[in-house]
Structures are given as structure tokens and as C-alpha cells.
């Protein structure tokens, strides 16, 4: 499990950084403008982008990424489950926070290639997360009860 983690780290820190490079990139045509529904540029301009919302000097969120999913890779190294499970759990709900200022047509109204990508992968870490924790758990208790 811990191998499938870490490669799940690698594509978020991917996802992340790609997303952070559309950031800093001038406005222009982006490398990931599909069409009218999905185009990373105007999500990764927007002042949700930035945490405080709207801060010129915010931090981007993907910086936020990229160090989230460094620090979930180290923990998956360590195989330490639980702990990443407790931060899965909240990088999933800000995640889905974010992908509905996305799917909002009074908010954002596009989607961004690198942040679904993102999405998905925080999303499988947590189920296999809490799968892992709770089949360690079970088999915990079946060898105490033994």
C-alpha cells in the first residue's frame, strides 16, 4: 500500500505544480484552455486561488498542495495511515469547497484540467486510507481477541 500511496503523492505534487505554474503565468492562452468549460487559467487567476481569498499576496492554493502531498508522501514512506487519513480528510472537503466555486456559474463556471486531477487523486488516497485503517484495525482486534 505504501507504494501506491507514494505514486498517488507524485501525481498530486504533479497536478499541483502544473497548477501553480499556471498561476505565475501571464494571462494569455493556456496550455490547458479546452474550451468554454474547462480552462485552468481562469481558475488559477481567480481570488480563490489564492488563500486569503482575493489576497494579492496570498499563497497559492496549489503551493498548499504540493506541500500537503509532500507531507502525505514522507507519512506514506513512514506507513503512517492514521495520521494520513485525518489530513486526507479535510484536503478532500476543501478540494470539493473549491471544485464548487468551479462548477458555480456565479463563481467560476469553468473547470481546471490540473485541479479534477487533483481531486481524484486526494479522493482514492482517502478511500484507500480508510480501508487500510480499518482493515488494520479489524485484524488488530481479531489478534487481541485471539
Do not use: F
Not at 496550455?31 to 489576497?55: E, F, K, L, T
Amino acid at each position: 500500500m505504501r507504494y501506491v500511496l507514494i505514486i498517488l503523492t507524485l501525481l498530486g505534487i504533479a497536478a499541483a505544480s502544473l497548477a501553480l505554474r499556471e498561476h505565475y503565468r501571464p494571462y494569455g492562452e493556456s496550455v490547458c484552455d479546452i474550451n468554454a468549460h474547462w480552462d485552468c487559467g481562469i481558475v488559477n487567476h481567480s481570488p480563490y486561488a489564492v488563500i486569503p481569498q482575493g489576497s494579492p499576496n496570498g499563497i497559492p492554493v496549489a503551493v498548499i498542495g504540493i506541500v500537503g502531498y509532500l507531507v502525505l508522501g514522507i507519512l506514506a514512506w513512514h506507513r503512517a495511515y492514521r495520521i494520513m487519513l485525518a489530513l486526507a480528510i479535510p484536503a478532500v472537503a476543501y478540494s470539493l469547497y473549491l471544485a464548487s466555486l468551479e462548477a458555480s456559474p456565479n463563481k467560476l463556471g469553468v473547470w481546471c484540467l490540473y485541479c479534477a486531477i487533483s481531486l481524484g487523486t486526494i479522493s482514492l488516497m482517502m478511500l484507500l486510507l480508510a480501508i487500510t485503517v480499518v482493515v488494520k484495525s479489524l485484524a488488530r482486534r481479531k489478534q487481541q481477541l485471539a
